[in-house]
């Protein structure tokens, strides 16, 4: 993946957003500030999925604790099998946050970035 990177900066912009062409287009526009801008662009998505959970939290406090659930099963796992399809799934997958794959009936992040977040939202909610 060197696209005009240099290997430092080809495996920073790996370990934040995967392959995924969209980051990588944008990255390199972000060269001067390469590592800045990824912390920047996690730190949106964590926002996001902090404020998220905590809307959730208020409304409906069983669902929140059925996303917590699940969310927890990804800090050290990157793929989790997926035995039904309940509520926090639905949101999960509703929301871009996870991926199911119905063929292999296994839950994973959208994406490297989306693992990195859910693993920072627990921090702060969880």
């Known amino acids: 993946m060197s696209q005009g990177f240099t290997n430092d900066e080809a495996e920073l912009v790996w370990s934040y957003f995967g392959g995924k062409p969209v980051y990588l287009v944008e990255a390199l526009k972000h060269r001067e500030e390469l590592k800045e801008w990824c912390e920047e662009v996690l730190e949106d998505k964590t926002s996001w999925l902090v404020l998220s959970l905590n809307s959730i939290r208020r409304k409906n406090s069983e669902l929140f604790k059925d996303i917590l659930a699940l969310l927890n099963e990804f800090i050290d796992k990157e793929i989790v099998k997926c035995n039904e399809i309940n509520d926090a799934v639905f949101w999960a ?33 969880g």
Do not use: C, H, M, Y
């Open 93 to 125: 997958v509703k929301n871009n946050i996870l991926f199911f794959d119905p063929k292999k009936r296994l839950l994973r992040s959208q994406g490297r970035l989306e693992l990195l977040a859910i693993r920072r939202t627990l921090d702060e909610v």
